[in-house]
């Protein structure tokens, strides 16, 4: 058997989405930047696209741009609002996607932004007190940059409170939303959220294409220097195809989410009961309970000489999963997300994600596996 639990890094396409963006592959190649007919009729389906995205999370058209997936739209925020929104401090956490980390770390280094980490505790969940503490002490104009939901534990911030802490205190607000977009509800004003993010592929749809929401009282320049391209802020030819294919990927996936999300809820509680029923010693690192993503379990096995190669055995047995962020794959060191949560570092952490498409029979197949070569 073949099972993929590893949905977190990526989805499979679904094969509405491929149908939809077929045409734009084929027949419709124009340049949307041209102005006779092979042109606009591809400039018209990329702003039914933006109109889309905008819709579901509750923004204006104008308020999205298309990028070439979340690790732009972050580095376009963070940066962004560092060069072009007078921010002179980042306040931020330990757990956050590298490609987030990273752009912290260069505002600080490169840009001599002044940056601050929030105090987290051992599931991952972000001290919203001492948020508050953080933003209260100091004048300067700030960035509050705090994933929704963690891509490694799945632990969710409320996002809702969080913002309305940053609105408080007049700083803005960049979230990580790729885990969430079309698996939770999104609104953009209820959140007072001034950037968020998404990517294509990790809800069934293309690779090499996101969304950038900017809050239009906000808006930041173009990370990359070209052309005039969305509306003057992402330089470079539109990934036409693959914006289409995003947008039919989202609203099948809102169309659908409330009864995608009681499905994988099910599945994922079924998964940690067996493993508790199977093993003795099983952890979880981040929350199980609805204070977690439902698509993502990262379980902690105890140290032995056979989990030390535990991903690696699963693998031979058609068994597709992870040790952290896909991201940071075939990196030497561990999960910086679960050296942050304080947890023993000779335990074995494993994350399985799930979709739609997986079954009660792929995870007691996985539970199996796992009492065989544990």
Same mark, same amino acid.
């Given at each position: 058997m073949k099972v993929y639990f590893d949905n977190a890094a990526t989805t499979a396409i679904d094969e509405e989405v491929l149908e939809a963006m077929m045409p734009f592959l084929k027949e419709h190649f124009g340049n949307p930047s041209t102005i006779y007919s092979?042109?606009?009729?591809?400039r018209a389906a990329i702003e039914d696209a933006r109109k889309t995205i905008a819709q579901l999370i509750n923004a204006q058209p104008g308020e999205i741009i298309f990028t070439s997936g979340a690790t732009e739209s972050n580095n376009t925020a963070i940066k962004g609002a560092v060069n072009y929104l007078g921010v002179e401090r980042i306040i931020t956490s330990l757990?956050?996607?590298h %490609?987030?980390?990273?752009?912290v770390e260069f505002c600080r280094d490169q840009l001599k932004v002044e940056t601050v980490?929030?105090?987290?505790?051992?599931?991952?969940?972000?001290?919203?007190?001492?948020?508050?503490?953080?933003?209260?002490?100091?004048?300067?104009?700030?960035?509050?940059?705090?994933?929704?939901?963690?891509?490694?534990?799945?632990?969710?911030?409320?996002?809702?409170?969080?913002?309305?802490? %940053?609105?408080?205190?007049?700083?803005?607000?960049?979230?990580?939303?790729v885990q969430t977009f079309a698996h939770l509800q999104i609104d953009v004003q209820k959140m007072q959220v001034d950037f968020i993010s998404g990517a294509a592929h990790?809800?069934?749809?293309?690779?090499?294409?996101?969304?950038?929401?900017?809050?239009?009282?906000?808006?930041?320049?173009?990370?990359?220097?070209?052309g005039g391209q969305e509306r003057g802020y992402r330089a470079g030819t539109e990934?036409?195809?693959?914006?289409?294919?995003?947008?039919?990927?989202?609203?099948?996936?809102?169309?659908?989410?409330?009864?995608?999300?009681?499905?994988?809820?099910?599945?994922?509680?079924?998964?940690?009961?067996?493993?508790?029923?199977?093993?003795?010693?099983?952890?979880?690192?981040?929350?199980?309970?609805?204070?977690?993503?439902?698509?993502v379990l990262n379980v902690s096995f105890p140290p032995s000489d056979k989990s030390a190669l535990l991903l690696f055995t699963l693998d031979?047995?058609?068994? %597709?999963?992870?040790?952290?962020?896909? %991201?940071?794959?075939?990196?030497?060191?561990?999960?910086?997300?679960?050296?942050?949560?304080?947890k023993d570092e000779n335990r074995i952490s494993i994350r399985f994600s799930f979709s739609k498409h997986n079954t009660w029979e792929e995870v007691d197949y996985v539970v199996g596996k796992l009492k065989e070569k544990l």
């Amino acid at each position: 058997m073949k099972v993929y639990f590893d949905n977190a890094a990526t989805t499979a396409i679904d094969e509405e989405v491929l149908e939809a963006m077929m045409p734009f592959l084929k027949e419709h190649f124009g340049n949307p930047s041209t102005i006779y007919s092979f042109g606009r009729e591809t400039r018209a389906a990329i702003e039914d696209a933006r109109k889309t995205i905008a819709q579901l999370i509750n923004a204006q058209p104008g308020e999205i741009i298309f990028t070439s997936g979340a690790t732009e739209s972050n580095n376009t925020a963070i940066k962004g609002a560092v060069n072009y929104l007078g921010v002179e401090r980042i306040i931020t956490s330990l757990l956050e996607h590298h %490609c987030v980390e990273y752009s912290v770390e260069f505002c600080r280094d490169q840009l001599k932004v002044e940056t601050v980490l929030v105090k987290t505790d051992d599931k991952g969940n972000i001290d919203l007190d001492d948020l508050k503490n953080l933003l209260a002490s100091s004048d300067k104009k700030t960035l509050v940059t705090l994933m929704h939901a963690n891509n490694e534990i799945g632990t969710l911030l409320d996002i809702e409170k969080a913002g309305a802490i %940053c609105k408080e205190y007049k700083a803005l607000f960049h979230s990580d939303t790729v885990q969430t977009f079309a698996h939770l509800q999104i609104d953009v004003q209820k959140m007072q959220v001034d950037f968020i993010s998404g990517a294509a592929h990790k809800f069934h749809g293309p690779k090499g294409v996101g969304f950038l929401y900017m809050r239009k009282q906000n808006k930041v320049r173009s990370l990359i220097h070209g052309g005039g391209q969305e509306r003057g802020y992402r330089a470079g030819t539109e990934n036409v195809y693959g914006i289409v294919g995003m947008a039919a990927a989202a609203k099948k996936a809102y169309r659908n989410l409330e009864a995608d999300k009681i499905y994988i809820t099910e599945l994922k509680n079924y998964f940690i009961s067996k493993l508790k029923e199977n093993f003795n010693d099983v952890d979880f690192n981040g929350n199980t309970d609805e204070r977690s993503l439902y698509t993502v379990l990262n379980v902690s096995f105890p140290p032995s000489d056979k989990s030390a190669l535990l991903l690696f055995t699963l693998d031979l047995e058609g068994i %597709c999963c992870s040790g952290g962020s896909a %991201c940071g794959s075939g990196a030497a060191a561990g999960s910086h997300v679960v050296k942050a949560l304080g947890k023993d570092e000779n335990r074995i952490s494993i994350r399985f994600s799930f979709s739609k498409h997986n079954t009660w029979e792929e995870v007691d197949y996985v539970v199996g596996k796992l009492k065989e070569k544990l």
